[in-house]
């Protein structure tokens, strides 16, 4: 049976993905990328580390990013979070099934350590991962190493192999599998509405199974016996 349930935070707790994947597109048109859009940056970065990107805008730009660039994206972000940061619907009942259920839960999110703590303090989720919610900021390497979720389950002192992730992100359900655990894909985010079957089948082949498109039926599906 399931020993702990690993969530991402970003477009799985949370929808957030729109508000981030077109902040980070701006910046990267003010920084040079003319061509950069919010549904490129999704389906090339969904899940991945900032410096992940900074490295690839680099890249592109052939020279180095500009020092303020991940500073200013953050504070653009999180400016916008107490207006429109809105949480995934039943993700507080899931949450409280599993806990009632003495489930241990965990978050393995790529963002930063200040993005992670902003986003469960806006969004009132905190209460619920306190001394439990990891970032990519605290292991060497992010999504879609298996570093971020050997962490969290070395935390919750269970077996990854016990474990299951909940992810959006294809970068996520590898890393999940990297690390020994199962994956269950979430394509729910509004941040998907366009290629939803699309990014279904994409988790799939990356080895997420099931994959669900709400909470409905969500604590079955992290529950059951692999």
């Known amino acids: 049976m399931t020993a702990a349930v690993i969530f991402d935070l970003d477009g799985v707790l949370v929808d957030s993905e729109p508000l981030s ?3 980070l597109a701006e910046e990267m048109r ?10 490129e940056v999704g389906r090339q970065f969904l899940g991945v580390a900032l410096p992940v990107i900074r490295a690839y805008v680099a890249e592109r730009l052939g020279r180095p990013v500009p020092e303020a660039f991940a500073e200013r994206f953050e504070d653009r972000l999180l400016a916008r979070y107490p207006k429109e ?5 039943g993700v507080p009942e899931l949450l ?10 965990a978050i393995a ?6 993005r992670m703590g902003e986003t469960l303090r806006v969004s009132g989720l905190d209460r619920w991962f306190r001394g439990r919610a990891f970032s990519a900021d605290q292991v060497a390497m992010g999504k879609p190493a298996p570093d971020l979720f050997l962490l969290a389950a070395r935390e919750l002192r269970v077996d990854p192999a016990d474990c299951v992730v909940l992810e959006d992100s294809p970068h996520g359900v590898t890393g999940a599998l990297r690390a020994g ?20 089948e994409l988790l799939r082949r990356k080895g997420a199974a099931p994959v669900l ?10 529950t059951r016996p692999a």
């Open 85 to 89: 940061l809105r949480v995934i619907p």
């Open 30 to 39: 003010a920084a040079g990328i003319a061509d950069a859009t919010a549904d």
């Open 181 to 200: 655990a199962r994956a269950v894909g979430f394509v729910g985010g509004s941040h998907l509405d366009s290629r939803r079957a699309e990014h279904v």
């Open 21 to 23: 994947l077109g902040v």
């Open 213 to 222: 498109d709400s909470m409905t039926g969500m604590f079955a599906a992290l």
């Open 96 to 105: 409280d099934d599993l806990t009632n259920a003495g489930i241990p839960i």
């Open 109 to 114: 999110t790529g963002g930063s350590l200040r």
